[in-house]
């Protein structure tokens, strides 16, 4: 069974930086892609950032600059990297992976619980 777990949430003043981390436990065939979503109160949940198997990344213009998404070369571990925070940015951040099953080569996508980002003074 795969699994994602974050960590890393957290309360931060603006200007402020906070690295969020994701685990992925279980068996894949491969790797697609994973990525950071997140959803504010009232909003509709957006892509944050992503990275594919061969690194290659992607961001949402209000994050360019100040987040950076990186991996592992396993797959196993998504992080996020972000920077200059603003209260604009609150939101729950959401991992996201998407793969090929080790038992039936099918197509998944699978969600973390999601982690709370408070940036507020």
């Known amino acids: 069974q795969v699994q994602l777990v974050e960590s890393g949430g957290g309360l931060v003043q603006p200007g402020g930086s906070l690295r969020l981390s994701c685990s992925r436990s279980?068996?894949?065939?491969?790797?697609?892609?994973m990525a950071w979503y997140r959803q504010a109160p009232g909003k509709q949940r957006e892509l944050v950032a992503s990275v594919t198997s061969d690194n290659h990344t992607n961001y949402v213009d209000s994050v360019k600059g100040r987040f950076a998404i990186s991996r592992d070369n396993a797959g196993t571990t998504v992080h996020l990297q972000m920077n200059s925070l603003k209260p604009e940015d609150t939101a729950v951040y959401y991992c996201?992976?998407?793969?090929?099953?080790?038992?039936?080569?099918?197509?998944?996508?699978?969600w973390g619980q999601g982690t709370q980002v408070t940036v507020s003074s």
């Open positions: 996201y992976a998407d793969f090929l099953g080790y038992r039936d080569g099918q197509f998944y996508r699978y």
């Open positions: 279980g068996r894949i065939f491969s790797l697609n892609a």
